[in-house]
Each structure stands twice: as C-alpha cells, then as structure tokens.
C-alpha cells in the first residue's frame, strides 16, 4: 500500500475556477466579492453577529486582543494544551498568561478549574474547542458576567460544530462568546491555505472590528458612504485576506455539507474499528458530551503513556502511516516556564504525552483506515 499522508488538503474543484473569476474581474486585494459572499454566508449560517475573513485564525486572536483593549499587566486565562497563537495573540498586548488544565476526560479546558484562577487583572477566559468537541459553554459564560470578563472562543477546529446548553438551545461554537477565532489553514476541515476569520457576537465590537481589520482606518464605512472621507481613527493592522483566497474559501463553503457528511463516515469508521481494541489496551478514543457535536476534524487516541504512544507512532511510521503527536503543554514552554506561576498540570501533561492523532482527510479511503486499524492492532496488543 502507498504512503499514508497525515494530512491531505482537499480540493472541490472550483477553487481555481472562482480564483480565475476573481483575477478576471480585477480585483484582487481584499473586502471584495468572494468576501462578501463567504462573510455573509457564515454569519446567516452559524447566527454570528457579523464576521470578518483574515489571513489566520492567529491573525482573528490578535484582533480579539486588540479589540478587548488587552493591556500589559491584564490577565489572559486559557487551556495549557493549546496550539502555540492562542496565547501569543495576547502576549503580543502585554498579556499574562494564566493557563489552566485540561479535564479530565477531554483535553478541552477544565471549566470547573477556571474560577480559582480569576483575579482583579483577569481581562479574558479563551477556551480551546479541542478537537471542535464543545467546552461547557453555560459555565465559562456565566463566570464571565459574574466577574465582568471577556470570552473568547479559540474555535480554530470548530467549524459546524454546536453546543446545547442548560436552555435546550443549540448554538453553534463561535457564536457563543463574545468574539471567536476560526482558522482555515489546510489542515482543517474548510480551508483557503492559510485563511481564518474573527465572529463578533457583542456589538460593541461592530464598527471597531471593521477599523482594526483596515489597518486602523475608516475605509469600510467610506465605501459605504457612512463617512465622506477616510482615514487614521484608531489602532489596528492589515488582518484582511486577498480576493485569491477568498475565492478559494467560497469553492470550499459551497460544498461544506459534502465535505462533512465525508469526514464524519472517516470518523465513524475509525471509532467502530478501534473501540473494541482501545478497550482492552487502555487506550481512549475522543469521547462527545451530551452538549456538544461532533464536526469530525480529527482523530485521535489518548495512549495508557508515552512509550505505548511512541510503539504507536513508530510502528505506523514503518507501515508508511503518518501519525503525530501536539500539543506541547505551553506552560512548560522554553518561552513561559519561568513566567508560569509553578502550578501543576497534570491532565495537560499527561494529553502532550499521550495523544496521537491518526491520518485524517477528506479522500482518506475505507481501505486506507482498515490498514491502519490492522497496523494499530498489530503494533499493540496488550502491551
Ligand atoms: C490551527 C489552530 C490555530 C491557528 O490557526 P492558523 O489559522 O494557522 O493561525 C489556533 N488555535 C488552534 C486551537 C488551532 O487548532
């Protein structure tokens, strides 16, 4: 059998079509068409209150940062088992990063930790929708209005994804929050590339998002006519993408619901395959709460330990199986371990040295993951 990629960027193929559109029809830089089309679609589509596309899903923190006001000195608390920009976006205002564990069961954040961690600097509560398998949103929020904080959902994998709280009504992740960062970098389930978007669900942020976006300038409202001229109003960047990729996101988003329906049969299959053979290993597959969905963008196995994890990988790799391994827990960064206050995370700890995540993408075929079932079976066999 051929080389098993870890990953595989799936293309629709009207990307170049619509690319071709956009170069033809003359423009190119940002805020145009394929924009439009995709911003207004998420936001009809997930009840966002307006969203922005931007180079990133870093890029949609970096604007959350600036749009909290976030100051040197303020308090950021957030999941230590997160990719690297989640907290970078904050540490580049002048943040504290204040990093909670992981649950138990999950390696999402562990909501019920996150109260003994607020003080009178904490600004924000970032919570990390792991896998796009919901935090218990009901309780990150009602912590924020008791204390008058912030939240910002790093839904970088969560795209249709949703969670159902304590009233019955099922929201989708991103829309929760008062702002959410969602990323469309290749590896995840709607892509440009590189590509993300920043969800405004507080609008307070409206108008200001919208400057900060172009580069600090009233530019939108110019276009408008809300304003007759157009210039320097507050602090922001560059955070919009290009037409090009614009274009490539809409060719994605027409044909979400296939690319779903595909990426949950993988999910199942692998589940069905493997649950029997994690049992008896002391392994664990990704488990779903009752309040959140699955949106299928990975999968995982959380091994019994590090040296089960590293038979994993090592055997895969010899079969020509691509499997990895992240997060590294950021508390025991060599840029924040001796600006963390010292407390440990266990669950964090425990989730760099166990998980694993299998091949996963769109043309993954049914073959493929029962070769790579066989391959786990043959690698562990209650060791
Ligand atoms: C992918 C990812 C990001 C970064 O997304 P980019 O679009 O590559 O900037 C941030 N947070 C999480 C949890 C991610 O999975």
Redesign the pocket.
């Known amino acids: 059998m051929e080389k098993i990629p870890f990953n595989k960027p799936h293309l629709t193929g009207k990307e170049t079509h619509y690319i071709y559109d956009a170069v033809n029809a003359g423009k190119i830089s940002g805020n145009g068409k394929y924009t439009k089309l995709c911003q207004d679609y998420l936001k009809e589509r997930y009840s966002f209150r307006k969203c922005l596309l931007?180079?990133?899903?870093?890029?949609?923190?970096e604007m959350a940062a600036l749009l909290i006001d976030i100051k040197p000195g303020d308090e950021v608390i957030m999941p230590s088992y997160?990719?690297?920009?989640?907290a970078n976006a904050f540490v580049l205002r002048g943040a504290k990063i204040i990093f909670a564990d992981s649950r138990e069961d999950h390696p999402g954040i562990d909501e019920d930790s996150i109260e003994a961690l607020i003080t009178s600097k904490t600004k924000a509560i970032v919570p990390?929708?792991?896998a796009g398998v919901a935090c218990d949103m009901d309780k990150i929020m009602a912590l924020a209005d008791k204390y008058d904080l912030f939240v910002i959902e790093?839904a970088?994998?969560a795209i249709e994804s949703f969670y159902t709280g304590k009233d019955g009504i099922k929201r989708a992740l991103g829309s929760i929050g008062h702002l959410a960062?969602?990323?469309?970098?290749e590896?995840?389930n709607i892509i440009s590339g590189?590509?993300?978007m920043l969800a405004i669900n507080d609008p307070q942020f409206m108008a200001k998002a919208e400057i900060i976006w172009e580069k600090g300038t009233n530019r939108s409202a110019f276009f408008r006519g809300e304003v007759d001229k157009y210039g320097w109003v507050a602090v922001g960047s560059s955070f919009l993408p290009s037409e090009i990729i614009a274009a490539f996101l809409w060719a994605q988003l027409e044909n979400l619901d296939d690319i779903q329906t595909k990426r949950l049969q993988h999910w199942n299959k692998y589940h069905e395959g493997l649950k029997e053979w994690a049992m008896e290993n002391d392994i664990r597959l990704p488990g779903i709460p009752d309040f959140a969905t699955n949106n299928a963008h990975m999968f995982y196995l959380v091994c019994k330990d590090l040296e089960q994890r590293n038979v994993v990988i090592d055997n895969l790799k010899s079969n020509g199986i691509l499997a990895v391994f992240h997060y590294l827990s950021l508390h025991k960064s060599p840029f924040y371990l001796d600006q963390h206050d010292g407390r440990n995370l266990v669950n964090a700890d425990r989730y760099t040295d166990c998980v694993v995540r299998l091949p996963f993408f769109y043309e993954l075929e049914k073959d493929a993951i029962n070769f790579i079932k066989n391959e786990l079976y043959e690698a562990v066999k209650n060791i």
Do not use: I, M, R
């Not at 931007?54 to 923190?61: W, Y």
């Not at 960062?181 to 970098?185: R, Y």
């Open positions: 931007t180079t990133s899903c870093t890029d949609a923190l997160t990719f690297v920009s989640t990390v929708h792991y790093d970088a994998q960062a969602f990323s469309f970098h590896t995840k590189e590509g993300g």
